[in-house]
């Protein structure tokens, strides 16, 4: 008897040698396809890595080069030459551009170049509003005072992340056309948010005093 289970079970063996050498030729092609594909990928995904660590650092040189510049107006004509490889990065390259632009009397050129990032839907909300405040800031004197009141208004929605800052501005525009108590009433409400930075609540505080009232304290002074 253990002879013959000795002879069935090399049978078996053979059996099963037979059938895995049949299934690995017929689909062993499918296992090698498999790790071709594998490290093909890994392979193009470290290139495509190396080639976006490449576009930036190239973007990031250019606008070293630029800003070397003793010139504002020069900075501003380079840095408009730049192509950005990513709706990030032509963002910042944006508003970049802008600074040069404003600092060397071209605003209406600035504003573009801000408006064109506040319109950009590709891009994080914080970077299109921070666009839009600075566009406004550079329009004071020259857009209509309801579309700046519209416009900083929409800014200084709750939660959006500048609506402190817009809410400075529009005390700003209440104070520049005689609307001083409504101004003041603003100003307070500034000092008393708990999300007021120190240096604001200052700002604020002067303003209440140069109007004639007396600010309140904010609530990490009272005690």
Same mark, same amino acid.
């Given at each position: 008897?253990?002879?013959?289970?000795?002879?069935?079970?090399?049978?078996?063996?053979?059996?099963?040698?037979?059938?895995?050498?049949?299934?690995?030729?017929?689909?062993?092609?499918?296992?090698?396809?498999?790790?071709?594909?594998?490290?093909?990928?890994?392979?193009?995904?470290?290139?495509?890595?190396?080639?976006?660590?490449?576009?930036?650092?190239?973007?990031?040189?250019?606008?070293?080069?630029?800003?070397?510049?003793?010139?504002?107006?020069?900075?501003?004509?380079?840095?408009?030459?730049?192509?950005?490889?990513?709706?990030?990065?032509?963002?910042?390259?944006?508003?970049?551009?802008?600074?040069?632009?404003?600092?060397?009397?071209?605003?209406?050129?600035?504003?573009?170049?801000?408006?064109?990032?506040?319109?950009?839907?590709?891009?994080?909300?914080?970077?299109?509003?921070?666009?839009?405040?600075?566009?406004?800031?550079?329009?004071?004197?020259?857009?209509?005072? +309801?579309?700046?009141?519209?416009?900083?208004?929409?800014?200084?929605?709750?939660?959006?992340?500048?609506?402190?800052?817009?809410?400075?501005?529009?005390?700003?525009?209440?104070?520049?056309?005689?609307?001083? +108590?409504?101004?003041?009433?603003?100003?307070?409400?500034?000092?008393?948010?708990?999300?007021?930075?120190?240096?604001?609540?200052?700002?604020?505080?002067?303003?209440?005093?140069?109007?004639?009232?007396?600010?309140?304290?904010?609530?990490?002074?009272?005690?």
């Amino acid at each position: 008897m253990s002879d013959t289970d000795s002879f069935i079970d090399e049978v078996t063996e053979e059996v099963r040698r037979d059938r895995m050498f049949l299934l690995l030729k017929r689909w062993g092609w499918v296992g090698a396809l498999a790790v071709v594909a594998i490290v093909g990928g890994a392979a193009y995904n470290e290139y495509s890595k190396a080639q976006v660590r490449s576009k930036a650092e190239q973007l990031g040189d250019s606008i070293i080069a630029a800003l070397n510049e003793n010139e504002t107006a020069a900075q501003a004509d380079k840095l408009s030459q730049v192509d950005a490889p990513s709706s990030g990065g032509d963002a910042i390259l944006k508003m970049l551009t802008a600074s040069a632009q404003a600092g060397s009397d071209q605003t209406d050129a600035a504003v573009q170049s801000l408006d064109a990032v506040a319109a950009n839907a590709e891009l994080p909300q914080i970077y299109r509003d921070i666009a839009s405040f600075k566009s406004l800031t550079l329009q004071t004197e020259t857009l209509a005072v +309801e579309d700046l009141r519209q416009r900083f208004e929409a800014l200084a929605q709750p939660g959006a992340p500048l609506r402190l800052l817009a809410e400075e501005q529009l005390a700003l525009i209440e104070i520049a056309h005689g609307e001083a +108590e409504a101004a003041v009433t603003r100003l307070q409400a500034l000092i008393q948010d708990a999300e007021a930075s120190t240096d604001l609540q200052q700002r604020a505080a002067q303003l209440i005093v140069a109007l004639g009232g007396t600010p309140e304290q904010a609530p990490g002074q009272r005690g």
